[in-house]
C-alpha cells in the first residue's frame, strides 16, 4: 500500500505544465489584438484624422419669379383712401358705437355728440315755420275778402253809387292784403331755411362714416370734448382713424438708374415682412411723376390683384418687379440647392448633409434649373446644411469642421 501512494506522487512528464507565465503572455496577445482592433475602428471613424475644413450651404425654397425678377424694391402697405373722422362744430362726445376693427358702412352712425341745444333751436324754428303758414292763412283771407270789396266798389263807382274817397280805401285795403300775403310767403321761405338750417346742426352732431371702411384707430372717448380745431387742452379734433382697406397699394422707392426697368401695368410679386410664406400677385398702378431729391428715387405705387383679410396698412413690404406673368405652375416654391454642392459617381448624383461634425453622402435627385440653384425633388429638405464645392477625397462619415465666413 505504501508503494502505491509513493507511485502516484511521480511527476507525469507526458502533459504540458501550464505556467503563469504562459497564462500572462497569451492574456497580453489578446489584449493587443483587441487594442489593434479598437484602434482600427477609430481609424475608420477618422478619430486619428485631422478635420477637414469646408464651405457650407444651404437647401432653400426658391420661387420660379425668382429667375425673371428685374428689380427689388422695399416699401410699405399704404392705404389710399384714409379719413380722420371729426365733427364740424364742438360738442361732448356721448355716444360711441365703434371700436378698433370695426366695418362700417358709409353713412353709418359711428358716434353722436350732445344735442340738447340744437335740437331746441330745431323745435323752434319748426314753431315758427308753423306760425308762418297760419299767418300767410290768415293774409290770403285778408286778401279774398279785399279783393271782393275793391271789386264791388270798382262797378259801382261808374255808376254813380259809391264816393270816390271808398272806392280808394277798398283799393288800398286789397294792395295791402296783397303785400301781406307777399310778406307772409316770404316768412314761410325764411322759416324753411331756419328749418333746414336747425336740421344741419343737429345732423353736426352725428358722426357718420363717409366711406365703407375699417376702424383703424380710436382717438376719443364717451366724455371727451371733439372740436374741429382742436386747440383747447384736452379737446379731441377726431373720433376715429379709418381706412378703406380695398385701397390698399404697396408703395416704394425706386432709385432713378432702376426707373427704366418700371413700367404701369408691370406685373409684380409683393412679400409682406408678416406673411412670409406667401406671396401675392400686383401690378404697377402709378409711377408718381415727381422724384425726391434728397434720395434720388421716384415712388412707384403697386396694387393687389388679390384681395386678403391679413393685409393692413402700414405693413412692410418687398415687391419684386418681373419680366412677364406669374403662371399657376410657378405661383408655389420649390426646393432648391447650389450645383456646386452636387457630386456625380456612376451616374447618380450625390450631397453632403453636415451633421454633428461629420458628414453624410446622400443621393438626390435633381429637377429643372432655377437661375443659379438647380430644383430638387427627393433626399434633402429645405433647411439642411450641405457641403458647398466638396473635394474628391470627401466621404461618409469624414469628420469636417464649418469654415467661417
Do not use: W
Not at 358702412?105 to 344735442?115: H, M, T, Y
Not at 328749418?195 to 384707430?217: C, G, K
Not at 443621393?363 to 433647411?383: C, I
Amino acid at each position: 500500500m505504501a508503494n502505491e501512494d509513493l507511485s502516484q506522487l511521480k511527476i507525469d512528464k507526458t502533459r504540458e505544465v501550464y505556467s503563469p507565465r504562459k497564462r500572462r503572455r497569451t492574456a497580453y496577445r489578446i489584449a493587443g489584438i483587441c487594442l489593434l482592433v479598437f484602434l482600427g475602428i477609430l481609424y475608420m471613424k477618422g478619430v486619428f484624422t485631422p478635420a477637414v475644413e469646408v464651405e457650407a450651404a444651404n437647401v432653400t425654397m426658391v420661387y420660379p419669379s425668382q429667375t425673371f425678377t428685374l428689380l427689388n424694391a422695399s416699401g410699405y402697405v399704404v392705404a389710399q383712401r384714409k379719413a380722420a373722422v371729426a365733427s364740424k362744430v364742438t360738442g361732448r362726445l356721448v355716444s360711441l358705437s365703434v371700436e378698433e376693427g370695426s366695418r362700417v358702412k358709409a353713412g353709418q352712425v359711428i358716434a353722436r355728440l350732445e344735442s340738447d341745444d340744437v335740437n331746441a333751436a330745431l323745435d323752434q324754428a319748426e314753431a315758427n315755420l308753423n306760425a308762418a303758414r297760419h299767418n300767410l292763412e290768415q293774409a290770403k283771407a285778408e286778401l279774398d275778402d279785399a279783393e271782393v270789396s275793391f271789386s264791388r266798389n270798382k262797378e259801382l263807382i261808374g255808376q254813380g253809387f259809391v264816393s270816390r274817397a271808398e272806392y280808394d280805401a277798398s283799393e288800398a285795403r286789397y294792395k295791402k292784403a296783397a303785400a301781406a300775403v307777399a310778406a307772409a310767403e316770404a316768412a314761410i321761405k325764411a322759416g324753411r331755411a331756419a328749418l333746414q338750417s336747425a336740421n344741419v346742426a343737429v345732423e353736426y352732431t352725428v358722426i357718420r362714416a363717409p366711406f365703407d371702411a375699417v376702424v383703424l384707430t380710436k382717438n376719443a372717448d364717451i366724455g371727451d370734448i371733439v372740436t374741429p380745431i382742436g386747440a383747447a387742452a384736452d379737446a379731441k379734433a377726431a373720433v376715429v382713424t379709418i381706412a378703406d382697406m380695398e385701397s390698399l397699394q404697396v408703395e416704394v422707392d425706386v432709385s432713378e438708374s432702376n426707373l427704366q426697368m418700371v413700367k404701369r401695368g408691370q406685373p409684380c410679386e409683393i412679400l409682406l415682412d408678416a406673411l412670409p410664406e406667401d406671396r401675392f400677385r400686383g401690378e404697377v398702378h402709378m409711377i408718381v411723376p415727381t422724384a425726391d431729391r434728397t434720395k434720388a428715387t421716384v415712388m412707384v405705387k403697386v396694387r393687389f390683384l388679390d384681395r386678403d383679410s391679413r393685409v393692413l396698412p402700414e405693413m412692410s413690404a418687398k415687391v419684386a418687379f418681373l419680366s412677364r406673368e406669374v403662371s399657376k405652375d410657378e405661383q408655389k416654391p420649390r426646393t432648391a440647392l447650389s450645383p456646386a454642392a452636387v457630386v456625380t459617381r456612376n451616374g447618380k448624383k450625390f450631397v453632403f448633409l453636415i451633421g454633428d461634425k461629420r458628414v453624410t453622402e446622400t443621393q438626390v435627385t435633381l429637377g429643372e434649373q432655377l437661375g443659379d440653384m438647380v430644383e430638387v425633388l427627393s433626399g434633402v429638405k429645405a433647411g439642411d446644411r450641405i457641403v458647398l464645392r466638396p473635394m474628391n477625397r470627401m466621404r461618409n462619415g469624414l469628420r469636417i469642421k464649418v469654415a467661417e465666413k
